[in-house]
């Protein structure tokens, strides 16, 4: 079920290499800057926290339509939190409490999906659909179509992605240390645990999973809770960043999230991937719109490219999945 060779990956790897010397060859000026770079990284690690969470949901069989909504509604409850609390529990503690509050109605979203998924028999692309416009609506009722200013420094220092970095690494923001970690944890899950095992098992057959005595819901609420926990954190990681609670934060985030898992060699009938490809397809997800501003390609035909992509990325899958047929 697991694939070990790294073909994929490396080929994901090269395409990588190849963007990034584009773009510093023809504005190198812009890109090696320490800013560019920590922008990149930043970037990185928000889209790289959606796609992880979607790998694990994809790698199922399923799909998880709600991060980018998910992205608006968490920041902008995780700053409401914040300011109501700020007065009797003090920054640190208000920071605290809010972020424990906003990580665990991710895992309720996430476990609310999940049961209408295993119980219900909801298809998963109507039930995360529904979220993506209720989280969405919910975000922008909440503040009335505002954001949420006036946050303390002990919750906006989190995110800071041009002021502040990890020691010694002033191209990776605080960001980047989550990422990393999180990447490494979902690596160990996927390679090395019983739980992958059965992860990509229900990818793999669901019917045979299940008469093999793997708990199929179980695994599924695991991922779909993990899925939504990582968009919740990454929605803490944006307000935090941009000092605000934004209700229109995270727009198509989700599009960009599956783009690169797919683009990383996870394919959308599940079983198949890995969590190294999905870094590599997040970073090339990361690259494309900033590297096309450093070349000064105006924000309309970077939508279309990033657009493009996305079709390539869909292509690509179904091409490796025909071959994998034809080969069985």
Avoid at 133 to 152: C, D, K, N, V, Y
Wanted: include cysteine; glycine fraction near 12%; charge should be positive.
């Amino acid at each position: 079920m697991k694939r070990r060779a790294l073909p994929t990956e490396l080929g994901i790897f090269v395409a990588l290499v190849v963007m990034m010397l584009v773009v510093a060859l023809l504005n190198p000026r812009a890109f090696f800057q320490t800013y560019s770079l920590n922008l990149w990284m930043f970037s990185l690690s928000l889209i790289g926290l959606l796609a992880i969470g979607e790998t694990f949901v994809i790698l199922t069989g399923g799909i998880d339509l709600g991060p980018g909504s998910l992205i608006a509604l968490t920041g902008v409850i995780a700053a409401l939190l914040v300011k109501l609390l700020v007065a009797p529990l003090g920054p640190l503690g208000a920071v605290a409490v809010s972020i424990i509050a906003t990580l665990a109605l991710g895992v309720i979203l996430g476990l609310y999906h999940s049961f209408y998924i295993n119980r219900l028999g909801v298809p998963p692309f109507i039930i995360t659909l529904g979220t993506l416009i209720i989280a969405r609506g919910a975000a922008e009722f909440t503040t009335r179509g505002r954001t949420i200013s006036g946050l303390p420094d002990a919750f906006t220092v989190i995110g800071a992605n041009g002021s502040a970095h990890i020691p010694f690494a002033p191209f990776l923001p605080f960001a980047s240390a989550i990422f990393i970690v999180t990447a490494i944890i979902a690596y160990l899950i996927t390679q090395h645990s019983m739980l992958g095992r059965h992860i990509y098992a229900v990818g793999g057959n669901l019917e045979a999973a299940r008469l093999s005595g793997i708990n199929v819901e179980g695994v599924r609420a695991f991922c779909y809770g993990a899925s939504a926990f990582l968009a919740a954190l990454a929605g803490i990681i944006y307000a935090s960043s941009v000092t605000v609670g934004d209700p229109k934060a995270g727009n198509a985030y989700e599009l960009t999230a599956i783009a690169a898992v797919v683009i990383g060699g996870t394919s959308l009938s599940g079983g198949v991937g890995t969590i190294l490809g999905t870094i590599l397809g997040a970073a090339i997800m990361s690259l494309l719109p900033l590297g096309l501003t450093y070349l000064g390609v105006e924000s309309w035909w970077q939508s279309m490219a990033i657009g493009i992509v996305v079709v390539i990325a869909v292509t690509l899958d179904s091409l490796r999945r025909m071959k994998r047929q034809r080969t069985r």
